[in-house]
């Protein structure tokens, strides 16, 4: 029951949030210098053809009434039909978030392969071979910008080794797991690094406490002691980092989706900014701020099954 309690306040933090979002999304968009209207239209339109667009578009209304709009709109997921592509913005960003969203499943999968045997086992072997490789190589994997990582990676294995496509995403299953590694491996490695550090930490600290001695001391075997008592509290903050972790991926997705040239909702944020697509803009911010919200909630939902000690 105290379970129930926690899991529907945070549902209700998880609304308020939300619409506070909604409500700075509408007026900081505005404060983006120059007319979308005046964009769009080019240079060699006239001042009658901008207006009417402007018109046309619900830009000529008083801001209240545009407010109002929006905030019916976002209630139902509709954020009208964007400026540039003139199709309805949710449309466009069901279409393209799905390589975002796949292409941030593959780093996480990278992440989470690289980061928790190597974190874990640096941590059970303080300042032993093990954890001092383990160090150099996530301080030089955190030192690699990810667009130098993931040109590198489609030099070699790109253009020298022809194992994997330079760019775009190919069609079936194959084709786009192929098109998705290399960027996935790319994104992946800094966090990866800041994993594997936090839980080399956390293992290192757990280890000192003294319900690991009273474990010991009641003759429970080495490997229970390491997964059910060291590893499962350890994981409480690499959730919590992995977790940030994902919201980068998703809104930081731009730069590596522009080196490997897919079609993510990373080159849609680009564009819809440089050609003052409020509409879009909208409706991509607003589901960037969902999806951060969404995962901070499932990971408080994690924490209080992993440690039913932790309450709102």
Not at 125 to 143: C, F, G, N, T
Not at 200 to 212: A, G, H, L
Request: proline share 4%.
């Amino acid at each position: 029951m105290a379970r129930v309690r926690y899991i529907g306040k945070r549902m209700a933090q998880m609304l308020f949030v939300l619409v506070v979002v909604g409500i700075f999304i509408f007026f900081l968009v505005r404060l983006i210098p120059g007319d979308p209207a005046d964009i769009l239209m080019g240079e060699q339109a006239t001042e009658a053809d901008i207006q009417a667009y402007r018109v046309k578009m619900g830009l000529d209304q008083p801001l209240i009434i545009q407010f109002l709009k929006f905030a019916k709109g976002m209630l139902h997921l509709d954020f009208g039909t964007s400026l540039l592509y003139k199709v309805p913005c949710m449309e466009m960003v069901s279409e393209k978030i799905f390589v975002t969203i796949k292409l941030t499943a593959v780093s996480i999968l990278f992440s989470l392969l690289l980061s928790i045997p190597l974190g874990f086992l640096a941590g059970l072997h303080q300042d032993k071979p093990v954890d001092q490789i383990s160090r150099i190589v996530s301080l030089i994997a955190i030192s690699m910008p990810g667009f130098w990582v993931g040109l590198l990676l489609m030099v070699l294995f790109c253009v020298n080794l022809g194992w994997f496509p330079a760019g775009g995403m190919e069609e079936g299953f194959w084709g786009q797991l192929k098109s998705l590694i290399l960027p996935g491996l790319a994104q992946a490695l800094m966090t990866a690094a800041l994993l594997m550090r936090n839980l080399r930490n956390s293992v290192i600290e757990i280890n000192t406490k003294d319900y690991i001695d009273f474990a010991k001391s009641k003759g429970l075997s080495q490997r229970r002691i390491q997964c059910a008592y060291i590893m499962k509290n350890s994981l409480v903050s690499t959730i919590t980092l992995l977790s940030t972790r994902i919201a980068f991926m998703l809104g930081g997705s731009v730069v590596i989706e522009s080196v490997f040239s897919l079609p993510g909702i990373g080159k849609l944020t680009a564009d819809a900014i440089f050609s003052r697509d409020y509409p879009m803009i909208q409706c991509l911010v607003f589901m960037f701020a969902l999806i951060v919200v969404v995962i901070n909630f499932v990971n408080d939902i994690i924490y209080s099954f992993i440690d039913p000690r932790i309450t709102l």
